[in-house]
């Protein structure tokens, strides 16, 4: 038996069926085009009532029955529904081993902040104007594809992502009273290029963390350089440093610190920067309240 030719023969098959990482020098910086600017005035409202403290349930959510998060309660598990759309050109670049690979790694980023994801489903499409997402494709593609109700996290990983982004996502806000149909979020979810998950071709950010940090927008996080000020809310999130320049790569010698003036330097390791995903390592204790709070302010049961 000639094991060498089997295994050569198996390497070949590897390489055609998976692109190798490389430099993709389209993507130097994570750009994702999210801030408070696109949210709503109820998210505004919101998000500076949790800022302050005075945050309550019942007045400040104006959602009927809606209770701040107990620390003591169990993980919010989130639904999440992936739907991978890619070119016909690159059909089939994308693959299942792709997206079990993400979900993991989502997982383990929430891990720490108690929030776990249920998938439900993986949905494999083949559309060149969806993969791209352009101008109303975005929301026909979301028309088609997007499952379950506003408490169902759905990321739709395209092959060509319009905008020079690598991810943008919609902030949670109130859908209104009673049941509302799913046509009036439709387009509530995330949308990444498909190339940023773990094994993916976009070289620096191919280990899934871009799907971190836009599930953290989904959740109801802003950048920790929101505002590029330092001064103002900022991200209005009382544990993370104030922060005027968002992060390229992971300058952490010297530690990069754009508010000098301010306690503490950038938080280039906070997945809601835009350092690369190898600099990433979490989460700060009042960004997963946040979480916590918005989730039960916005999306739980709804
Ligand atoms: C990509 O570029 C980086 C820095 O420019 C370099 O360190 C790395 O070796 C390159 N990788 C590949 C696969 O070309
Ligand atoms: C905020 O987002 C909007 C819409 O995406 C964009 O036009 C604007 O330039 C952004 N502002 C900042 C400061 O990034
Ligand atoms: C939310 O607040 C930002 C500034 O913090 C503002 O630019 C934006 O217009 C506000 N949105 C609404 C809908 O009020
Ligand atoms: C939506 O998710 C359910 C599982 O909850 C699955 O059975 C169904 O096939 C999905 N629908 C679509 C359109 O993907
Ligand atoms: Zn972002």
């Not at 050109?89 to 299942?96: D, L, R």
């Not at 997007?146 to 759905?154: A, K, L």
């Not at 020079?164 to 387009?187: F, M, R």
């Not at 906070?270 to 990433?280: A, L, P, Q, R, T």
Request: glycine content about 10%; some cysteine; overall charge neutral.
């Amino acid at each position: 038996m000639h094991l060498s030719s089997v295994i050569f023969g198996l390497a070949g098959l590897l390489v055609s069926a998976s692109a190798k990482p490389t430099n993709n020098t389209a993507y130097k910086h994570f750009d994702c085009d999210v801030n408070i600017s696109r949210a709503s005035e109820h998210f505004n409202k919101t998000v500076r009532l949790m800022h302050s403290g005075a945050f309550k349930a019942h007045s400040g959510s104006q959602i009927a029955g809606h209770a701040v998060r107990d620390a003591s309660a169990g993980p919010i598990v989130v639904d999440v529904a992936f739907h991978i759309v890619t070119t016909a050109a690159k059909a089939g670049s994308i693959t299942q081993k792709m997206a079990d690979d993400q979900l993991a790694i989502l997982n383990k980023a929430y891990k720490p902040s108690n929030v776990q994801f249920n998938r439900i489903a993986t949905t494999f499409t083949v559309n060149d104007a969806w993969a791209v997402g352009a101008g109303s494709d975005a929301a026909a593609m979301k028309t088609a594809l997007r499952n379950g109700t506003y408490s169902t996290h759905n990321i739709y990983f395209m092959t060509d992502l319009t905008g020079s982004i690598l991810g943008t996502c919609s902030l949670p806000s109130d859908i209104g009273p009673g049941t509302p149909a799913p046509s009036t979020y439709i387009t509530d979810g995330c949308m990444i290029q498909a190339n940023t998950m773990p094994g993916g071709n976009i070289y620096g950010f191919n280990m899934g963390m871009t799907a971190v940090h836009e599930t953290g927008h989904w959740m109801g996080l802003l950048h920790t350089f929101e505002g590029y000020s330092c001064t103002g809310n900022g991200d209005f999130v009382s544990d993370t440093p104030m922060q005027s320049t968002s992060t390229d790569g992971c300058p952490a010698k010297p530690p990069k610190d754009s508010c000098p003036q301010s306690p503490g330097v950038d938080a280039i390791h906070n997945y809601m920067d835009y350092s690369d995903d190898s600099c990433y390592t979490g989460f700060t204790g009042q960004q997963n309240k946040r979480m916590a709070n918005m989730w039960s302010t916005y999306r739980l049961g709804r």
